[in-house]
């Protein structure tokens, strides 16, 4: 016989696999199991009746959909004999609490969509970090390129960042008169006590936020990240230091010593909490001009993404109406994991930095991780209401991004939400951490506001077409210089017209390799058609790494071979050269010249790659070089010297790719022209524009 919770437990699971409400219905059993009931979020049914609820719809038109769904759920509750509930106003959801009959009557109900448990969440804690680490740390705004903007009047003016976190003291002066809309909201549960002000569940309205005691701690947090956000006292600033902060404290006391050991209480937060909070933004965005959303809470760390949290559907929303939730990932020092909710998959999870260039020590950092941002040493408000104090987190790495958000959507209004985060992705810096294997861009405002105005696109201008072949043949070079492999996608457009004529993406690319693909076979691989008198494409170019590209033409018909990597924001990195022409590359043999440009003799070291598969061939040292000289090697006299490389290029290897080392200087390529009597500079390459794949 079987025992009767396990009944229970598999009447449920057959009822979640067969009814329309599954979501956390196990973990809802699991805890009702262990306390007897349970704290949940239910999402209705919100499409039929008087109104359909949609996530682009106005806040008044969705408070009107959400008011018939609950019409239409009340005979599902009474059926449970669930009296008491909260309902939100935009969201068609309510919570309450269930025993397991109640629970098996909404499974059960055609009226419930979905029902999930009620999590609690805490701040991110400060963290301390190695000195050494923390010395590393110069400036973090300066490390994101804001000041660049604000020199061109982007700040963030106009609108609003609204930060939900634990308490605001808005007498500092970096918040003095930043603050609109405040709000405040807490746990309706009887075993909590609120935070807000005048001791009620909810409350709106002027210092709503704000409740700070005297020689407490409480408002340290959220000060600190609305600061780093938006803050502005004419000699500190934060990001979108002209915006103004709509501050949401969803911070609630408790006594529970599973929570808070070894304290005997602490404040604590809940999805109902984050939700009333998120239900408060969507509906007064619109008139307070809310651009972002700060969230630096977490829970516990995920795998992948976590798209069954009940949160996932109000972001979707926001993401829909252009405002970005931007979620700190949290201080656990995983790899391939991240805090809830930062693993929404449509919120903008953000890593922290240390030094600008390396992951810090305690961020999660995972694929689902969007974009980093500078989280060691950050400067900020003091909740105290006077002075500036230090941080370390993801707590404050994400508010970096808000306010960049801010900022972007002043500088382009009408940018799609697609638009902004592709600009942030795929102008960020790049940055791993050692063996994971993947990197994460570090966002870069100035360099987003460029390609979203339409600046510093990576775009190669004026590739021939397969309908030209007697002006010549177009290649493509790509240059893995990342750690991984990855990808490249091209978009081919009419030089003249400007209209997208295909896409093509590569093979995957290994680190290091730099294959050459004919522009005619990516012109039949996209699809594109040859239309008559259509010569010259233009490209828009990104990739899933970091690294160069170049286009190279040769005319047939004249043996002229050139490099036309002509790059309105490129860069030709002197430590590296793609695509070196081996001896046995008839009529184009290429030279290296090294140069040093120190104040001291010393050799250049030569490491050698494979430019197909990435892989090191060999490495070479050269002679001393004085100071100011170059000194020039043909490929047939280095693959002399070079035992390995030699027995390759005798094998068939037509190009290498070399990397210069110890020298304090530059390389430079040239290929010898041998059919017209030149010589072709092909060391300039445009670099890639780099999106981190999600």
């Known amino acids: 016989m079987l025992r009767p919770l396990r009944c229970l437990a598999l009447s449920l699971l057959m009822l979640a696999c067969t009814a329309p409400a599954r979501a956390d219905v196990a973990d809802v059993m699991r805890r009702i199991q262990a306390d007897g009931q349970a704290r ?131 007498n500092h002066p970096m918040l003095a008169g930043k603050n609109v809309g405040d709000a405040c909201f807490a746990s309706d549960d009887a075993t909590t006590k609120s935070n807000c002000p005048t001791g009620a569940v909810s409350q709106i309205g002027v210092g709503a936020a704000s409740n700070c005691p005297q020689l407490s701690d409480r408002c340290n947090h959220g000060t600190h990240v609305a600061s780093v956000a938006a803050g502005n006292d004419g000699t500190n600033f934060g990001v979108a230091r002209g915006a103004k902060i709509v501050p949401v404290d969803v911070f609630y006391s408790i006594s529970d010593p599973t929570d808070c050991a070894p304290a005997l209480t602490c404040e604590v937060t809940d999805s109902v909490a984050v939700l009333d909070a998120l239900d408060y933004i969507n509906e007064r965005a619109a008139a307070l001009n809310i651009a972002a959303v700060n969230i630096s809470i977490g829970g516990d760390l995920h795998d992948g993404y976590c798209d069954e949290d009940v949160r996932r559907g109000v972001i979707d929303m926001l993401r829909q109406k252009g405002i970005a939730v931007a979620i700190a990932a949290g201080n656990g020092g995983a790899t391939g994991r991240v805090a809830v909710p930062a693993c929404v998959s449509s919120a903008i999870a953000v890593g ?46 994400a508010p970096h991004v808000a306010g960049a958000w801010t900022v972007l959507r002043q500088a382009v209004p009408a940018g799609t939400f697609v638009d902004l985060e592709n600009a942030l992705k795929q102008t960020g810096v790049p940055v791993t951490r050692f063996s994971s294997g993947f990197s994460v861009p570090k966002i870069q405002v100035m360099a987003a506001i460029n390609r979203l105005q339409g600046k510093d696109r990576r775009i190669l201008n004026s590739l021939v077409s397969g309908n030209a072949p007697l002006i010549g043949q177009s290649y493509l070079r790509l240059f893995n210089t990342g750690v991984s492999a990855g990808t490249v996608t091209v978009t081919l457009r009419d030089a003249t017209t400007g209209a997208v004529a295909g896409t093509w993406t590569s093979p995957q690319i290994p680190s290091q390799a730099s294959p050459q693909f004919s522009f005619e076979s990516i012109e039949r691989d996209a699809g594109t058609p040859q239309a008559a008198g259509r010569i010259y494409y233009n490209l828009d170019v990104t990739s899933t ?50 140069v040093n440009t120190g104040s001291a003799a010393a050799p250049a070291v030569l490491r050698l790659y494979d430019s197909l598969t990435g892989v090191e061939l060999a490495t070479w040292t050269s002679p001393d070089i004085a100071p100011g000289a170059t000194f020039e090697m043909q490929s047939s006299q280095l693959e002399d010297q070079i035992p390995a490389l030699k027995a390759r290029v005798d094998a068939g290897l037509l190009q290498y790719n070399v990397r210069l080392g110890n020298l304090a200087g530059y390389l430079q390529h040239v290929v010898e022209n041998s059919q017209v009597g030149a010589l072709v500079d092909m060391s300039a390459k445009c670099e890639l524009g780099f999106a981190a794949a999600r």
């Open 352 to 397: 922290a930095t240390n030094d600008g260039t390396s992951v810090a020590n305690f961020s999660n950092f995972a694929q689902t991780v969007d974009v980093m941002a500078p989280g060691v040493g950050v400067y900020g408000a003091s909740g105290g209401g006077i002075g500036l104090v230090t941080s370390n987190g993801t707590s404050s790495a």
């Open 40 to 170: 949940v979020v239910v999402r209705m049914k919100a499409d039929t009746g008087a109104a359909t609820w949609s996530a682009r719809d106005t806040a008044g038109r969705q408070r009107a959909a959400v008011a018939a769904a609950l019409e239409n759920t009340r005979p599902a509750l009474r059926g449970a004999r669930i009296r008491a509930f909260k309902s939100f106003r935009t969201l068609p959801l309510l919570a309450t609490t269930v025993d397991r009959e109640q629970l098996m009557s909404l499974v059960a109900s055609p009226e419930v969509d979905e029902v999930f448990l009620v999590r609690r969440e805490r701040k991110m804690a400060d963290v301390a970090v190695p000195a050494l680490e923390s010395a590393q740390i110069f400036n973090a705004q300066s490390s994101i390129d804001i000041a660049s903007a604000w020199a061109k009047g982007y700040d963030g003016s106009g609108y609003a960042v609204a930060v939900i976190d634990g308490g605001f003291n808005f």
């Open 545 to 594: 790494f970091t690294g160069y590209m170049q286009h190279v033409l040769w005319a047939r018909t004249g043996g002229v071979f050139a490099n036309l990597s002509g790059c309105a924001a490129g860069a030709s990195d002197g430590q590296v050269v793609s695509n070196v022409h081996a001896s046995n590359f008839t009529s184009y043999e290429s030279r290296l010249r090294m």
